[in-house]
């Protein structure tokens, strides 16, 4: 046991030191708060404090009517002028950054013109006029209806079963499971070469002779795949905590997400799920590495059984449409498909508990068979160099008692 303590750890020490982890590890964090920080520029830019102009020949707006906003959100100043001619020559001396043109007859029509320089109004500029405008439509109203009317309507978004419901302050919860879907599948993606290479290194360098005196075939894969887990993990571990670096810092500077809430349950199906279906890749992976020769023709297989994993994405409008019919039940619980059935459901619908239940205990036992199967075959090809193991050869060695 001690030997596959050392072997995981001799993998991990030994992958998280290579120069190519620490730059995808730490690429994709810096990607997200590249993008982080010109989101917050370009809402800081479009948030400057130059006053919206306005021509009212409606006579709608009064000055003294303020809209009610939040504590921390400030409004753009307005400044009235009595003719087109005036406001154009104040955005020309850029007193102010947009005009605002309210026509005589707008009570019927309920259209506006937008006159500015090269850059079209920021959507705080408009929401801002906006909400001094139906502040002003609404004064006449009783103060139910008024506020009513200047908080607009609340969107609500519902599956398609009715067991899911979202408005428009927490509408990020409902992309939540199908990024963390897309994010398993990139995890997959870019550890797949790290699992091909569990043992095709050994077997091109001639050193699996020297190792299997040591370890069993068990221990030695078992070993290499927990190191590989811990990578993985790790990987994780960083991009999500960069992750919430960045959306607790957007947050300050983007309204929208403020609102964005931890889905403790989904998170809680995550972690069961993403160890065992991890663990499944590896036995997968690793029994092709240990049936091939070369590490390029083991990515060709494993580019085609990857397509077993990419399933449920083909049926996305069948997610939207009915996310509890028996196609989705049996991705469900088919073991290549479980886990991201399970989180692109989750989005849609309330997935029943025994399904849960049932498509965890069938990705364990698969999980378990594909480390067991993946050490049988490398006990057979682990001596074999320059010679393939045939599918018939790989079943004899499952199958084999010896």
């Known amino acids: 046991m001690r030997n596959f303590w050392l072997l995981a750890r001799h993998e991990y020490r030994k992958l998280v030191s290579k120069r190519s982890f620490l730059v995808g590890t730490l690429g994709f964090p810096l990607i997200i708060m590249m993008v982080m920080a010109a989101g917050i520029f370009i809402a800081i830019r479009g948030d400057q404090n130059t006053p919206i102009g306005y021509v009212d020949n409606a006579g709608l707006i009064n000055t003294a009517v303020v809209p009610q906003t939040d504590e921390d959100e400030t409004l753009l100043p307005l400044r009235p002028f009595p003719n087109e001619t005036a406001a154009r020559q104040a955005l020309t001396d850029q007193e102010i ?10 009570r019927r029509t309920l259209q506006l013109d937008a006159y500015y320089w090269q850059d079209d109004p920021s959507s705080t500029v408009v929401s801002d006029f906006n909400a001094y405008l139906r502040a002003n439509l609404a004064s006449d109203y009783p103060a139910s209806i008024r506020t009513r009317l200047v908080e607009g309507p609340d969107l609500v978004v519902r599956s398609a079963d009715g067991s899911r419901e979202f408005n428009s302050r927490n509408i ?3 992309f939540i499971p199908f990024i963390a879907a897309f994010f398993f599948i990139f995890v997959v993606m870019s550890s797949s070469g790290y699992l091909l290479q569990v043992v095709t290194d050994e077997k091109e360098n001639r050193t699996v002779e020297i190792m299997i005196t040591t370890v069993s075939p068990g221990q030695l894969i078992g070993g290499k795949a927990l190191g590989l887990l811990a990578v993985s993990l790790t990987q994780v571990v960083i991009w999500v905590l960069a992750g919430v670096v960045a959306v607790f810092i957007g947050s300050f500077f983007i309204e929208a997400l403020r609102f964005i809430s931890v889905p403790w349950s989904l998170l809680l199906v995550v972690i069961f799920f993403f160890v065992p279906a991890y663990a499944f890749i590896a036995g997968i992976m690793t029994a092709i590495g240990s049936a091939v020769t070369e590490l390029t023709q083991a990515q060709q297989i494993a580019g085609i059984l990857n397509l077993l994993f990419l399933l449920p994405f083909f049926f996305t409008a069948l997610f939207l449409a009915n996310p509890n019919s028996p196609i989705l039940v ?6 290549t498909t479980s886990f991201i059935t399970v989180m692109m459901r989750w ?3 309330t997935v029943p508990l ?3 239940a049932l498509s965890w205990l069938i990705l364990v036992g698969s999980a378990m068979l594909s480390v067991w199967v993946a050490a049988r075959v490398f006990r057979t090809g682990m001596l074999r160099y320059g010679q393939s193991l045939s599918l018939k050869e790989a079943l004899t060695a499952v199958r084999s008692r010896s």
């Not at 950054?97 to 707008?106: G, K, S």
């Not at 049996?330 to 073991?335: K, V």
């Open 330 to 335: 049996f991705l469900t619980l088919f073991p």
């Open 172 to 174: 990020f919860s409902f």
């Open 354 to 356: 025994w399904q849960l």
């Open 97 to 106: 950054q947009v005009y605002f043109v309210i026509p005589a007859d707008y």
């Open 347 to 349: 989005g849609m619908s």
